[in-house]
């Protein structure tokens, strides 16, 4: 059975940094990418980072690039989203989810099949 499960959220002032933590389970860790994904009240669910597990390849949505850094570490079978210079319009449930192809690098959230419960991330002002 496929886990993902999300930690590291939490309440950080506009300016500072956060990490969050997706630790996988269940499959193998390198035949899949990994999506980060953020969805704020009233809104839509966006696409913010997605990593090859595979090739290490990394898209970015373009409200984060310069801002967020993904990472993956294979020992742990852990992705990482590096959340600096944090706004205020950043506040939203965060998700990873899994897209069952390592080569797809893509914010499409179709494309993935398994999430996990999302972290909670607020910034204030």
């Known amino acids: 059975e496929v886990r993902l499960v999300e930690s590291g959220g939490g309440l950080v002032q506009a300016g500072g940094s956060l990490r969050l933590s997706c630790a996988a389970s269940?499959?193998?860790?390198?035949?899949?990418?990994i999506g980060w994904f953020r969805q704020a009240p009233g809104k839509e669910r966006e696409g913010v980072s997605v990593?090859?597990?595979?090739?290490?390849?990394?898209h970015y949505a373009d409200f984060v690039k310069g801002r967020f850094t993904i990472t993956s570490d294979h020992a742990k079978n852990t992705v990482y989203l590096q959340m600096n210079t944090l706004k205020p319009e950043d506040t939203a449930v965060y998700y990873c989810?899994?897209?069952?192809?390592?080569?797809?690098?893509?914010?499409?959230?179709?494309?993935?099949?398994?999430w996990g419960q999302g972290t909670q991330v607020t910034v204030s002002s």
């Open positions: 989810a899994r897209a069952p192809y390592s080569d797809y690098v893509s914010l499409d959230r179709n494309g993935y099949d398994h």
């Open positions: 269940g499959s193998t860790f390198d035949d899949y990418a």
């Open positions: 990593i090859s597990n595979s090739d290490g390849d990394t």
